[in-house]
């Protein structure tokens, strides 16, 4: 469309009925005050940003099952592991976050070191189900009314499940936790 003065007078892609001149500058995609959005390097529309965002998840739709199947393996296995060694008071505190360490090191050669948040936070609950499945009996024992002899059994897996879980997603998530 053209005025009088030969000046193409241009629509936002969203909204036809809104007139404006500004430009995604990324994908050139005509935008109006609504739909732009204001970035460091100017204004873009949604799709680019959306599309940026996206670069941080670099997850394969394979990386779900094959992450979370290995934790949750890998953390039962040490979790036997540690509970056979449990009886050295306080060696738990230098074993969990050793095997917690090696859980996260395998889990991310698996997914091929790709990213997501969403993964990662699946492969730490599968660390956390995984530590408690060496000892579902006690578990059953506690929730039929075992009660307190159950309860202190299930205090040595508790214990590596938590270390183990927040080496795991702090590791994960790139970020080192001192224990
Ligand atoms: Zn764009
Ligand atoms: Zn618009």
Not at 141 to 161: D, R, T, V
Request: proline share 3%; aromatic share 12%.
């Amino acid at each position: 469309m053209t005025t009088a003065d030969n000046i193409e007078i241009t629509y936002c892609e969203k909204h036809p009925d809104r007139e404006t001149g500004l430009r995604c500058n990324r994908c050139g995609k005509l935008i109006c005050s609504s739909c732009a959005i204001k970035t460091p390097t100017g204004y873009r529309c949604e799709d680019c940003v959306r599309g940026q965002q996206k670069k941080f998840d670099t997850a394969e739709w394979y990386d779900y099952p094959l992450g979370i199947g290995t934790a949750l393996i890998l953390s039962a296995i040490g979790g036997v592991f540690v509970d056979l060694l449990g009886f050295f008071f306080l060696f738990i505190f230098i074993l969990a976050p050793i095997v917690g360490g090696i859980i996260a090191e395998v889990v991310r050669r698996v997914i091929g070191r790709r990213r997501s948040k969403l993964l990662f936070r699946l492969i730490t609950l599968a660390v956390l189900v995984g530590a408690f499945i060496p000892h579902t009996g006690l578990i059953l024992i506690f929730f039929l009314g075992g009660g307190f002899q159950a309860l202190i059994g299930l205090l040595w897996p508790l214990l590596y499940a938590a270390i183990a879980t927040s080496t795991v997603y702090y590791r994960l998530a790139g970020i080192r936790l001192r224990l």
